[in-house]
């Protein structure tokens, strides 16, 4: 199989779900099955079986534009590389949008759209061709371990830090704290740095430094140096924040809170994790406030 092959879907409504039949010419799997309960409360929750077995996977992948959202799935069937998109469209009744899917189906398809409903497309592999292909817009990569104080995070402006209350060398401190203790809560951060437990300075510092992922979140209050398996809120509020981004770019930290439903601390951790993930990208700006200008997150879609 020296090709991809390419199969487009409109599902069909099964058992109170919708449901998605593709064939697989496969060794041991003739088709693969796409379920999405769309009662249910995660819009993204989408479940995949082939022959007897179900694929647990997430998203490696999310795209939002024009009211068209998109997640990418890669899993492994059989030894092949089969590459699952879902999109979905909610055009408004006045709605004229319609949305071309040249990009989706990956050919010049100039009279495809998708104006309402949802779409499953698979892509199955050769393993040549899936090791060859390019890569996807998926996590950022990891910055490169520093090897001084100058080389440390040189992608933000000695100014701005200056303006949120950090130094290059504080922001090292505190990484190397991390990476010498492997697991440590903010309090102990604090009390090291000599700082109150509520420090907003700590905040901004761990924010830059979780979204850079030089180091992660392990709990509500607790750092590591190593990945973890943890997010800071329901899937569902990490994934109205990146809509509400994807609507608003340029939004600022207390504006998120605010359609959140929720606090800035909070939605700060939200907001730091979604840009680890490559789901939005923040921003780091001066702005003016009263007579003196301070260190404002920004935040913007990943695309």
């Not at 492994?76 to 879902?86: A, F, L, M, P, R």
């Not at 009279?111 to 698979?122: P, R």
Request: charged fraction near 25%.
């Amino acid at each position: 199989m020296a090709d991809s092959k390419i199969y487009v879907v409109a599902p069909q409504v099964e058992n109170g779900k919708l449901c998605g039949r593709v064939p697989l010419p496969l060794e041991n799997t003739r088709e693969l099955k796409i379920w999405y309960d769309s009662s249910a409360p995660y819009l993204y929750k989408f479940e995949f079986s082939a022959g007897n077995r179900w694929l647990e996977y997430g998203a490696s992948e999310y795209h939002y534009k024009l009211g068209l959202q998109r997640w990418v799935y890669e899993v492994d069937i059989d030894g092949q590389t089969v590459k699952i998109e879902v999109a979905m469209a909610s055009a408004a009744p006045t709605s004229t949008y319609m949305y071309p899917l040249d990009d989706l189906l990956g050919c010049p398809c100039p009279s495809a759209y998708l104006t309402d409903g949802m779409l499953f497309v698979v892509r199955l592999h050769a393993d040549e061709c899936a090791k060859s292909a390019a890569p996807s817009i998926q996590l950022p990569a990891r910055s490169a371990t520093p090897t001084s104080d100058k080389d440390f995070l040189p992608q933000y402006d000695d100014e701005l830090l200056r303006l949120a209350g950090l130094t290059r060398q504080f922001l090292r401190r505190l990484w190397e704290i991390v990476k010498q203790r492997g697991v440590v809560k903010s309090a102990e951060l604090a009390k090291t740095l000599r700082l109150p437990k509520q420090s907003q300075r700590l905040g901004m510092a761990l924010s830059i430094l979780v979204q850079e992922r030089l180091i992660y979140q392990k709990s509500g209050d607790s750092y590591s140096i190593r990945p973890v398996d943890y997010q800071p809120a329901s899937e569902d509020m990490m994934w109205r924040v990146v809509k509400y981004v994807c609507d608003n770019p340029g939004a600022e930290t207390g504006e998120l809170a605010k359609a959140a439903g929720t606090n800035v601390s909070h939605i700060s951790k939200i907001a730091r994790h979604l840009a680890a993930q490559g789901l939005i990208r923040r921003q780091l700006v001066a702005k003016r406030r009263g007579i003196a200008n301070s260190a404002t997150w920004l935040h913007y879609p990943a695309d």
